[in-house]
Every structure is written in structure tokens, then in C-alpha cells.
């Protein structure tokens, strides 16, 4: 099993910028890749970037493109999403998703292990 366990959402204005952690505990060797969605209210759950933990290729969604990067640590088993830009439109609970077998999926059921959520709020 791997555990996730996300922090650094929170409320920040239009135009601020925040970057949410992703710590991973438990059995993570086989954690290939670890991914960021997020949710808004009465919304699908939608992805927003992606990591190869080997080869570190990234993916994002197009509505978040040039304002986003994920990164990750893999001596801490941390994985980043450094968020500058933001929008009211990126209000959501964030959610932090890993998985064995990394094919470059966007999909939610694709990834196996997820964490409980941050909350990330901009104000307009």
C-alpha cells in the first residue's frame, strides 16, 4: 500500500501562486507515476499534471499549461505542484494520486492510491 498525504492548499487572490506537497509513505518503489487532479463543486474530478517517476516526463491539462509545474523528490518521496497565475476558476480541492503502472492516463481510475485533498480557494 501507498499512503499520500497532501498539504499546502489554502486561500491566496487572483494572480497569487502556492505549492502543494505530496508525501508518499508506505510501499512506494512501485509508485511509477504520481499525478495531481482536483475537484470543484457540483464538477467531475479533472486531471491537472502528471510525473514519470523515472524518466520524469510531465503531462498538464491544457487549462493549466505555463501556469503550473509538477516536480518531484524522489529521495523524499515528494512529489510538487507549484501553481502561479491562479484563477478563481482554479478553486478546487486538490488531490494527490499515485500509480504502479504509469501509461499516461488521465484518467482518475487509472490511479490506484490517493490522498484526502487540499483545499486551494483564489479570491477574484
Known amino acids: 500500500q501507498v499512503q499520500l498525504e497532501e498539504s499546502g492548499g489554502g486561500l491566496v487572490q487572483a494572480g497569487g501562486s502556492l505549492r502543494l506537497s505530496c508525501g508518499a509513505s508506505g510501499r512506494t518503489l512501485g509508485s511509477s507515476g504520481m499525478a495531481w487532479f482536483r475537484q470543484a463543486p457540483g464538477k467531475e474530478r479533472e486531471f491537472v499534471a502528471a510525473i514519470n517517476r523515472r524518466t520524469r516526463i510531465t503531462d498538464y491539462a491544457d487549462s493549466v499549461k505555463g501556469r503550473c509545474t509538477i516536480s518531484r523528490d524522489n529521495t523524499k518521496n515528494t512529489v510538487y505542484l507549484e501553481m502561479i497565475s491562479l484563477k478563481p476558476d482554479d478553486t478546487a480541492v486538490y488531490y494527490c494520486?499515485?500509480?504502479?503502472?504509469?501509461?499516461?492516463?488521465?484518467?482518475?481510475?487509472?490511479?490506484?492510491?490517493w490522498g484526502q485533498g487540499t483545499q486551494v480557494t483564489v479570491s477574484s
Open positions: 494520486a499515485a500509480t504502479d503502472w504509469y501509461t499516461g492516463s488521465r484518467r482518475p481510475s487509472n490511479y490506484k492510491y
